[in-house]
Nanobody, 122 residues
Framework: QVQLVESGGGLVQAGGSLRLSCAAS????????MAWYRQAPGKQRELVAV???????NYADSVKGRFTISRDNVKNTVYLQMGGLEPEDTAVYYC????????????????WGQGTQVTVSS
């Protein structure tokens, strides 16, 4: 099993910054993609940013230029640096990781964190 533990959420004023962290632990051989999703009240969960094992990054259009995703493969941790925050960024942010448990098994399994609340006041 794998556990993802997020931290760094909170309340911030519009224009401010926050840094989210998500540490993976447990039965991990390697991690393919790591990503951040978010879900605002009454809305579907949406992809915010993803970073693949080779370092390729992709972002939702709504956060390009404001958010930066990064990862530390030694610590099995993914980060989301959020700047220029807007009230529309208010949501619960979830970490996701595609984990391989063994060098003999090529299938990666999806795991989710418990979510961390980010609230941006106007």
């Amino acid at each position: 099993q794998v556990q993802l533990v997020e931290s760094g959420g909170g309340l911030v004023q519009a224009g401010g910054s926050l840094r989210l962290s998500c540490a993976a632990s447990g039965s991990i051989f390697s991690i393919n993609a790591m990503a951040w999703y978010r879900q605002a009240p009454g809305k579907q969960r949406e992809l915010v940013a993803v970073i693949r094992s080779g370092g390729t990054e992709n972002y939702a259009d709504s956060v390009k230029g404001r958010f930066t995703i990064s990862r530390d493969n030694v610590k099995n941790t993914v980060y989301l640096q959020m700047g220029g925050l807007e009230p529309e960024d208010t949501a619960v942010y979830y970490c996701n990781a595609a984990v391989r448990h063994s060098p003999l098994i090529f299938t990666a399994f999806d795991y989710w964190g418990q979510g961390t609340q980010v609230t941006v006041s106007s």
